[in-house]
């Protein structure tokens, strides 16, 4: 069983450019889901993909979006960098209708973004 | 969501058993109580769940009162590798579609 990869590790941009993060979902999960955090601070929420569509957002602006594909692989994308959006992004995966426990999600290593 | 709050940090020694008590007053009739650990650069990880009274798993135990108003997480004879981050969650994954809200955490330092 292949656990939820993420890709790149770390990045550095520049305010104002584009960055897209990529994440594999573990084998057999369906549904993935995005989340930011800060240094210091627990992950907050950025938003869902289930059966390619959004499945819910949280409280971040239409400049964070995503994708999922047929294969549950899915890609955030970050529009207009600014120097707050640097943070660890963490992608994770899980299965709808729950298998097992509700809110157990398999989390990625996450990607370090740096804006300057 | 049921709001929770839990100590902002933790020092404990190698062996000695330590427990975290996360207080969710607000807690509804259809939320669960789950626990994530986190490692530095890694992801969290799920580690254990319970509705009432007490679960056990390989990694911890859960205690649940009857009135469900907190939660204690217990760690038994830490390790140096126990030092993270924990954090209680609490809510009905059904109804907020499975997306996890994080609080601030409780940073636990295992000392030699």
């Known amino acids: 069983e292949t656990g939820v990869t993420q890709s790149p590790t770390h990045l550095i941009k520049t305010r104002g450019q584009q960055v897209t993060l990529r994440c594999s979902s573990q084998?057999?999960?369906?549904?993935v889901s995005w989340y930011q955090q800060a240094l210091g601070q627990g992950p907050q929420f950025i938003f869902q993909?289930?059966?390619?569509?959004?499945?819910g957002r949280g409280n971040f602006p239409p400049r964070f979006s995503g994708l999922q594909f047929p294969n549950y692989s899915s890609e955030l994308n970050v529009n207009a960098l600014e120097l707050d959006d640097s943070a660890l992004y963490l992608c994770?995966?899980?299965?709808?209708?729950?298998?097992?426990?509700?809110?157990?999600?398999?989390f990625g290593p996450g990607t370090r973004l740096t804006v300057t | 969501l049921a709001k929770t709050t839990q100590p902002i940090s933790m020092d404990s020694y190698e062996g000695q058993e330590v427990n975290i008590t996360c207080s969710h007053n607000?807690?509804?009739?259809?939320?669960?109580i789950t626990w994530y650990q986190q490692f530095p650069s890694q992801g969290p990880r799920f580690i254990i769940q319970?509705?009432?009274t007490k679960v056990t798993n390989e990694v911890a135990s859960l205690f649940i009162p009857a009135d469900r108003k907190s939660s204690t997480l217990s760690l038994p004879r830490v390790s140096l590798s126990d030092t993270a981050v924990y954090y209680c969650?609490?809510?009905?994954?059904?109804?907020?579609?499975?997306?996890?809200?994080f609080g601030g955490g409780t940073r636990v330092l295992v000392k030699p």
């Open positions: 969650l609490v809510g009905d994954g059904e109804a907020a579609g499975n997306k996890l809200t």
């Open positions: 994770a995966s899980s299965s709808y209708p729950p298998s097992g426990r509700y809110y157990e999600q398999y």
């Open positions: 084998s057999g999960h369906n549904t």
């Open positions: 993909y289930y059966r390619e569509e959004e499945n």
């Open positions: 607000n807690i509804a009739t259809n939320d669960y």
């Open positions: 319970g509705y009432k």
